[in-house]
């Protein structure tokens, strides 16, 4: 289901909101369009901003593409884009994409109450030098006028997932299919594994065209490709190769999160939806008990300004959001009717490495230690619905809990 709520993507830039130094970038392209094509008369033009994904970009996995064309006068003859000198060209390319830096720096600041589309805005502008019944009045000056107008057929929202992901060869190839039922856009950032993780990534990106793989040697590195993304009307997962998502539960999260209007939140919180696993029924392997949490893996980037992400990918507090937003508490019936049972097991206390061993930070264990000394609901869930009987048995051989695998 696509999104419903266009009208609260607000992308209208009225020439009172523009800063002096916006004002600058339009006066400095007359002049210099006056300069380079002396007898030049009107100039009407249409650039469409859309967000793609960028696998070869150093800094940002998603990178604004700035298409257009347009209309060039002068006094003897008009000019189509494909026409164009190229000194001529290049100072409308360069316009086109300064000016919409210009709007999106707007569209991002913490008091404007909208985001951009990914896709489907375009803006129209005009420049006119004037008419020659112009010439005689010392105050005549050449007109700039521009409007910005939003197909309604097309999907604003997307969902992006981010995953980052080491020595995890077990789990992994689960762990991305369960994010392709639920996302537009798949970051994987990957850390130096030591197993066939990279191997079994690389597979699936064969497959699907929406994956991105960033390599990396830190956790903290992965925080960095995001930054594109504030602002605009998409909705960023924080998925970890460690938790296992029920299917169906993914569905009617991607409907909900398509449909509803969210312009008033930073940040979603589903109540009761992980399962800390603790231990299995061995050696039958058909249910596990832990301790069940409220998750917080849900990100409106519509309302986020700015995020350094510290330490790591979607993790610390320093991020900017835009006034008057808060976080959204759900439940899960509101997302999946009729849903009791938690929708995400977390197997934070396994190895997801088939050689069995693990890379581990100080601090690490001590936060997974703090899960069971508190005071969480404990119950049993039936595994059957999950659907990783394998997955299990192979993790808890490389964990050394049983001596069988598959």
């Known amino acids: 289901m696509e999104a419903s709520n266009s009208d609260h993507i607000n992308v209208y830039v009225e020439p009172g909101m523009l800063q002096d130094s916006d004002q600058v970038i339009i006066d400095s392209f007359y002049q210099q369009i006056k ?9 009407e033009c249409k650039f469409s901003p859309e967000l793609q994904r960028s696998p070869d970009h150093l800094e940002d996995a998603f990178t604004w593409n700035v298409a257009w064309t347009c209309n060039f006068q002068t006094s003897t003859e008009q000019i189509l884009k494909d026409r164009l000198p190229e000194n001529v060209y290049k100072l409308i390319d360069d316009f086109c ?15 404007h109450q909208g985001s951009a589309p990914w896709n489907g805005l375009a803006y129209h502008f005009t420049l006119y030098d004037g008419h020659e019944t112009w010439k005689s009045d010392e ?3 050449p007109t700039f006028h521009y409007y910005n107008s939003l197909k309604q057929n097309v999907k604003h929202r997307k969902i992006v997932s981010v995953i980052q992901v080491k020595d ?4 992994i190839g689960q762990v991305i299919d369960r994010a392709l039922i639920i996302s537009d856009e798949i970051l994987i950032i990957h850390n130096e594994s030591e197993d066939s993780t990279r191997e079994i990534i690389k597979s699936k990106m064969s497959q699907h065209k929406n994956i991105q793989l960033r390599e990396v040697i830190s956790v903290s590195s992965g925080s960095r490709y995001l930054h594109n993304l504030c602002g605009t009307n998409s909705i960023v997962l924080r998925l970890d190769s460690d938790e296992i998502w029920d299917k169906l539960f993914l569905k009617h999260l991607r409907d909900y999160l398509l449909r509803e209007d969210l312009n008033k939140f930073h940040g979603i919180i589903v109540k009761e939806t992980e399962l800390f696993v603790l231990n299995f029924d061995l050696p039958d392997l058909k ?4 301790k069940i949490r409220d998750t917080e893996f849900i ?15 979607l993790h610390g507090s320093e991020k900017i959001v835009k006034e008057n937003t808060s976080k959204l508490k759900l439940s899960m019936n509101q ?23 693990e890379t581990t930070v100080p601090g690490w264990m001590k936060n997974k230690m703090s899960v069971l000394a508190r005071d969480y609901k404990e119950i049993k869930l039936n595994l059957k619905d999950f659907d990783i009987h394998k997955e299990l048995v192979n993790s808890l051989y490389a964990s050394g809990h049983t001596n069988k695998k598959e």
């Open 35 to 43: 300069n380079e094509v002396k007898d030049f008369s009107f100039l």
């Open 287 to 290: 249910h596990c008990q832990g």
């Open 97 to 111: 994409k300064n000016f919409w830096n210009a709007c999106a720096g707007l569209i991002r600041s913490k008091n």
């Open 168 to 171: 995890s060869d077990i789990f």
């Open 139 to 141: 105050k005549s000056s």
């Open 299 to 313: 990100f409106n980037f519509a309302n986020i300004v700015r995020w350094p992400q510290v330490p790591e990918r």
């Open 335 to 357: 997302i999946q009717p009729k849903r009791s049972v938690p929708a995400v097991l977390h197997f934070s206390l396994l190895s997801l490495c088939s050689k069995g061993h």
